[in-house]
């Protein structure tokens, strides 16, 4: 048999099983132990575990919470991850907005909706982070309205808020329901969905015996079939609340979703806000010309237009009209480098906005409610948390905490940086040291990337346990990655922005500028020992953390999330698709030129340069594209590991997947900058162990040292 056909042959005839499913009601096994252990520091279990409200990462999206009609209560729904089952549990919860009073439990679920997005030309695909669950009161306030996932499918279901009776599912679409809204007589409910997406899966399906034509349908790293493409619009119908029946909705039931444009507002006016009388507020770009612009406020009062054209009016997220208050509100994000948040409030009768609040906590899904301001807050060592701002003042008041005991871990101090890089452009960091640090004390240094607002978790894609990390002794640099640099911010469309990004790695050398500052400013402490540090990244981070591996001598190992931006798989993993998209902004594949073009940024052809030890957990869907990386590696005996993740997005979503990478990057890290070795392990470990002994340049079995398990 030719080697060709036994490779084309190896999926079908290769042996496999599947593990069982874990067993027990992911809740319950949670419920028998605290939200975190009480004492000491931040382990991994604790975030892995953390309870979450809306989306994990700290961006803004839609508001997590639905506010009853008389302002009274509050719902949500809670997740937390279970390594055991590989499961999350979700509660909807209910309970006085005034944050007194037990939350009362309506419903609880282990079924997990990702998110999707549309990528490139591809309609949909299946994301890994939570899509934000919405509960969604009846206009009596008697009813809540939440998406459940029902065998494989998102549907709408109906509980009661007192939790006197057991939800019950209302819709049985056969597509999900991406988005719905109550009728304003309360006897009815607007559904959005997309059966296009499975109108055309069934009709490529039906393709299958004939053979699948690889064209710019077809992503390898999705798999062999051709994927939905263009635009999927929107099937709205209504839905009765008593029967179930579905019929098709009117214009005024689709406004409920999509609401038409105003006659009063401006054209290219954006969160446009109507006040009373004729005010109103909105914002316009500063420079319509730009792909992308900056924005101002303008406020419409007594038929005058006032505009804010400061700083502090720009990167408004938010905006609404308070009648209780009589003013205008927005929440914004902005500061040294967008780093934090702040409460804005314009009077119609003065003549520009002032701040209420600024700070370094992330405010997300804000809502007012009579004289405050309802949002989910988070800060560096604070996980998230229902609070209500006061509208005047500022002042917090706590709704909800849903990790009332991790203030009792003990967490590393933060210092955060702020400087500008080599281009001018803004940027920021935050320097985490161990809990028991001493004055005098140098630590290795672990950079995480390439976020660093909200809580200091795992960085991009939550990989990477700071401050667990923190806890064994390491100092932890959580690096946030600049914006552009200004030639290219100002690019009149999306095309030119990136083709001026890709000009000589502009966009890499940006981040690297930045980087090298931050470090600079860390080993400035004193905290930090200069012969002892190591990077890692996922998605973008990983390209940094590739560039900087070849462009500088600082990193003695790296921990990869994914793997690799380089000549070959990258691009061929991807598709036709994606290989047009790149050449239009400036890559090279397979021409004339190719390796001059790659020569700052291909670990290929820099195997020689890079010594650095790394490890790659990767993900099924795109560990192809770095295979060629790893075959150039190893040829050269360099050391390098790759581990898969089955079912897995690039965002990991499965919990048992997030505890085994956090775990391993520590013993990673650990193993090449403290020569540290888990002496208490299962075969596995051993076997790990075993593999980095042998690897180049490894320390010595003399070296290393007992640690706990992390």
């Given amino acids: 048999m030719g080697l060709l056909l036994a490779a084309s042959l190896a999926h079908a005839i290769v042996p496999i099983a599947n593990i069982p499913v874990p067993e027990g009601d992911p809740c319950t096994l949670l419920e028998q132990s605290p939200t975190v252990r009480p004492g000491g520091s931040v382990t991994i279990d604790d975030l892995v575990e953390l309870a979450d409200i809306g989306r994990s990462d700290p961006n803004e999206t839609a508001s997590p919470f639905g506010i009853s009609p008389d302002g009274r209560q509050i719902a949500f729904l809670v997740r937390r991850g279970n390594a055991q089952t590989n499961s999350y549990c979700q509660t909807l919860l209910v309970m006085p907005l005034d944050g007194t009073g037990t939350p009362r439990e309506i419903a609880r679920d282990a079924a997990f909706i990702r998110d999707d997005f549309a990528l ?7 994301a890994g982070w939570a899509k934000v669950i919405v509960p969604r009161w009846s206009p009596d306030g008697k009813t809540i309205a939440w998406l459940r996932l029902t065998d494989g499918i998102s549907q709408v279901w109906l509980s009661d808020p007192a939790g006197r009776t057991s939800p019950r599912q209302l819709t049985a679409s056969p597509d999900n329901v991406d988005d719905f809204a109550w009728t304003p007589d309360g006897q009815g409910i607007v559904i959005a969905t997309r059966p296009g997406i499975r109108h055309a899966a069934e009709a490529i399906a039906a393709q299958s015996r004939r053979g699948y034509l690889y064209d710019e349908t077809v992503s390898p790293q999705f798999g062999v079939r051709p994927i939905p493409t263009g635009p999927m619009p929107k099937v709205y119908a209504r839905v009765d609340i008593v029967s179930g029946q579905t019929a098709d909705a009117g214009q005024g039931d689709v406004a409920l979703l999509v609401p038409p444009p105003r006659a009063d507002a401006p054209e290219g006016a954006r969160l446009f806000t109507p006040g009373p009388a004729e005010n109103a507020a909105w914002l316009e770009p500063k420079d319509p010309d730009r792909f992308i612009s900056p924005s101002r406020l303008v406020l419409r009062s007594n038929g005058e237009e ?36 702040a ?11 002032r701040e209420v609040l600024v700070s370094d906590d992330m405010l997300i899904g804000c809502s007012p409610v009579g004289a405050e301001l309802i949002c989910a807050r988070e800060g560096a060592v604070m996980p998230r948390r229902l609070v209500a701002l006061d509208l005047r003042s500022g002042a917090e008041r706590l709704v909800y905490d849903p990790n009332p005991d991790f203030a009792a871990r003990t967490t590393g101090p933060v210092q955060r940086f702020r400087f500008r890089n080599a281009y001018g452009v803004e940027s920021y960091a935050d320097l985490v040291l161990p809990p028991d640090h001493k004055p005098g004390e140098k630590h290795p240094l672990v950079v995480v990337q390439y976020i660093s607002h909200g809580l200091l978790r795992g960085g991009s894609g939550d990989e990477v346990p700071i401050q667990p990390l923190a806890a064994r002794g390491f100092a932890v640099l959580s690096f946030a990655k600049p914006d552009l640099v200004p030639q290219v ?39 930090v020992d200069r012969e002892r540090m190591g990077i890692t990244g996922w998605s973008d981070g990983v390209s940094s953390a590739q560039f900087a591996l070849i462009n500088s001598d600082l990193f003695k190992v790296a921990a990869l999330g994914s ?13 036709p698709a994606f290989s047009d998209f790149t050449r239009s902004i400036g890559y090279r594949f397979f021409e004339p030129g190719d390796e001059e073009f790659w020569q700052p940024m291909s670990l290929i052809q820099n195997v ?68 540290r070795k888990t002496c208490k392990s299962d075969a596995a470990t051993q076997a790990e162990l075993e593999r980095w002994q042998a690897m180049p340049d490894a320390p010595s079995a003399e070296s290393l040292v007992c640690a706990p398990l992390p």
């Fill in 489 to 527: 911010a100002t690019a009149r469309d999306s095309i030119k922005l990136l083709r001026a990004n890709r000009v000589d790695w502009l966009d890499r050398r940006n981040v690297q500028s930045s980087l090298e500052i931050a470090v600079g400013l860390a080993l400035r402490t004193g905290a």
């Fill in 343 to 353: 409460i804005l409030r314009w009077n119609p009768d003065e003549s520009a906005p």
């Fill in 120 to 126: 490139r030309s591809f309609t949909s695909v299946a």
């Fill in 608 to 675: 020689d340069r890079v010594s650095a030890p790394i490890l790659i957990q990767n993900v099924d869907s795109e560990y192809e594209g770095g295979l060629d990386v790893v075959e150039v590696f190893r040829l050269n005996n360099r050391a390098i590991e790759l581990h898969v993740f089955e079912d897995e997005t690039h965002y990991k979503w499965q919990p048992a997947h997030r505890r085994t990478v956090y775990e391993r990057n520590i013993r990673w890290l650990e193993f090449w900058l403290m020569h």
């Fill in 306 to 341: 006032m505009r804010c054209n400061g700083a502090q009016c720009e990167g408004i997220l938010r905006l609404w009209w308070s009648e209780t208050e009589h003013a205008f509100l927005a929440v914004r994000k902005g500061g040294w480098g967008l780093s934090s948040m």
């Fill in 563 to 575: 793997c690799c931006e380089d000549m070959y798989s990258f691009v061929l993993e991807a598709g």
